[in-house]
């Protein structure tokens, strides 16, 4: 059978009285629509619970399902001991559903459990579902990933096959919280994406909107500090080719933490809402608006990567490149993204090849295949990547912070042969002080060693 109905839900300790102490009674409207959303849940008589947990086992690049017959978890880690749940779980489910994943060459399954206890992402869900159930239902937990919106959607495809096959009535508790970063005395501080970004996300619930939330922008979910927006896409694919009806039945931001609680009902089939497709097809579109722009440092940056991951040999340097590439010799950054996040980044303070082309030539390669926090760049993601191309001035020494500005200076700080960069304009670095302690973060050099500052301007090229 399909998804019988599937909901957004936060996850907050304090909403329990145990844990709460009386501070529950500042968000009385989340515990009213939890319990409504879950009195409607269980009137469905489901077979199967799906519950998606940013608490539960996360890889960047691999979708934990829970294995075993059964698991239990207690609330001792927010001195509550005595509040326990205890689950069975549908272990012919989700080895069916894993069995799909693998089938499709999705990273998914049982591989490295390090906690079977449950986390409270996952119970705090059920807390509120067990008591109004008029039957036992099974319950499969799976873990989030670090994976792209259009992985998270597929997952919810197999989701709703597994469903499909098997026969089982099943409801999705899609588990996350909002913004973290609501409120300047909250436990995560003030942030201006946290309020946007719970506005948006609201309302694309509210609405069912899909396609509004998958192509949510990377760097307003990052700002915000969101917890659920994984799982909310993996719901929306256990909802594809659905007409769903949205309703938001609460929202709060009491603690500095955003609390939405959303019911989504399915009302039948409608292939028009084949929102996979559709996020496919937007992706690709905005891929070649972007080509369509390249200038000449980019475009060579671009191909200087797609032509070593497809050969494993370097490019020939062009015969038809600008002057200012061919005659100018100067230090530069290669900067990937994949899907609105860093994909790889590599670069030189100062010139070590003859000329800029060379320059930009080679440290692509670098960025795409030798930086040490992101594994190589496939063949299979050169279609989804996004190239920036800094330039770099001389730098120059200065004697104070105050000599900076973060939208116009990179800086280098350096004690001995340690040395850290960051360049100017980045997304989430607002001011001297935080620009500073990355770069010195990225030198490893202490907080209170002594250190040298240089700076540097660049021209970018997107």
């Excluded at 501070?23 to 489901?46: C, D, G, N, S």
Aim: glycine fraction near 8%; aromatic fraction near 6%; proline fraction near 6%.
């Amino acid at each position: 059978m399909a998804i019988l109905a599937a909901m957004a839900v936060p996850h907050p300790p304090i909403i329990l009285p145990d844990v709460g102490q009386g501070e529950e009674q500042k968000i009385a409207k989340t515990t009213a629509a939890y319990r409504e959303v879950m009195h409607r849940a269980a009137a469905l008589e489901p077979d199967t619970i799906v519950i998606t947990s940013p608490h539960a086992t996360m890889y960047s690049d691999y979708f934990h399902i829970s294995p075993g017959k059964k698991a239990m978890g207690d609330f001792s880690a927010f001195r509550a001991p005595e509040v326990q749940i205890e689950v069975e779980y549908d272990d012919v489910f989700a080895k069916k559903l894993a069995d799909a994943c693998a089938a499709e060459d999705l990273p998914a399954g049982f591989l490295g459990e390090r906690e079977p206890s449950l986390d409270h992402g996952t119970m705090i869900p059920l807390y509120f579902l067990q008591p109004e159930l008029k039957k036992p239902v099974k319950i499969v937990r799976i873990g989030l990933s670090g994976l792209s919106a259009d992985v998270h959607y597929r997952l919810g495809e197999l989701i709703k096959k597994t469903s499909d096959e098997l026969g089982r009535r099943t409801v999705f508790i899609a588990s996350g919280d909002l913004s973290h970063k609501l409120k300047e005395d909250g436990p995560y501080g003030f942030a201006k994406e946290g309020p946007v970004f719970d506005k948006e996300i609201t309302k694309d619930l509210g609405h069912a909107d899909f396609l509004a939330m998958l192509t949510i922008a990377p760097d307003l979910a990052e700002g915000a500090a969101e917890c659920g927006l994984r799982s909310f896409w993996i719901m929306a694919g256990a909802l594809d080719r659905q007409d769903v009806r949205g309703e938001l039945l609460s929202y709060e931001g009491t603690f500095g933490v955003g609390y939405g609680v959303a019911y989504l009902q399915p009302t039948g089939e409608d292939e028009a809402r084949d929102i996979g497709h559709q996020l496919a097809a937007k992706e690709k579109e905005a891929i070649q608006a972007i080509r369509e722009k390249e200038d000449s440092y980019v475009h060579l940056a671009r191909l200087s990567l797609e032509t070593f991951v497809r050969s494993h040999v370097m490019l020939p340097l062009p015969k038809d490149l600008p002057e200012e590439l061919q005659d100018r010799r100067a230090g530069c950054f290669v900067s990937i993204k994949k899907d609105g996040r860093l994909r790889g980044c590599i670069g030189t303070l100062a010139p070590g090849r003859r000329n800029l082309a060379e320059e930009i030539i080679c440290n692509a390669v670098a960025a795409g295949m030798h930086d040490p926090r992101f594994p190589q760049v496939t063949p299979e993601e050169l279609g989804r990547l996004v190239y920036d191309v800094d330039v770099l001035s001389e730098p120059e020494p200065i004697d104070s912070p105050k000599q900076l500005d973060v939208k116009r200076y990179g800086v280098i700080v350096q004690n001995g042969d340690r040395r850290g960069v960051l360049l100017p304009d980045l997304a989430g670095v607002d001011t001297v002080e935080q620009q500073i302690d990355i770069a010195r973060r990225k030198g490893n050099i202490g907080a209170r060693e002594k250190y040298t500052l240089w700076r540097f301007e660049v021209t970018r090229h997107v």
